[in-house]
């Protein structure tokens, strides 16, 4: 199911996916994708597909008590 494919950037930075991809992926005309740039490169994804992943890496993160966190030690070191 993986593969490793040649695109060019054409026109206006455009490039095409293949269609080989796009049948596999379900990747119709108007599906809007996520680009996801790395330090390799860039990672394109279905929306959906984005959201799972995000969701995966923020599992068992309490993103408030974090926030929180951060404030109350720059709140400590702004009084220093």
């Known amino acids: 199911m993986s593969g490793t494919f040649t ?12 269609a080989e991809v796009r ?8 599906t ?3 680009g996801i740039e790395t330090a390799a490169g860039l990672v394109l994804v279905g929306r959906d597909d984005a959201r799972r992943l995000l ?19 720059e709140a400590v070191h702004d009084a220093a």
């Open 7 to 18: 695109v060019t950037v054409g026109n206006k930075g455009r490039i095409v996916v293949p």
């Open 23 to 30: 049948e596999r992926r379900s990747w119709r005309e108007g």
């Open 32 to 34: 809007p994708l996520v």
């Open 55 to 73: 969701r995966d890496q923020l599992a068992g993160h309490d993103l408030v008590a974090d926030l929180i966190a951060t404030r109350r030690a």
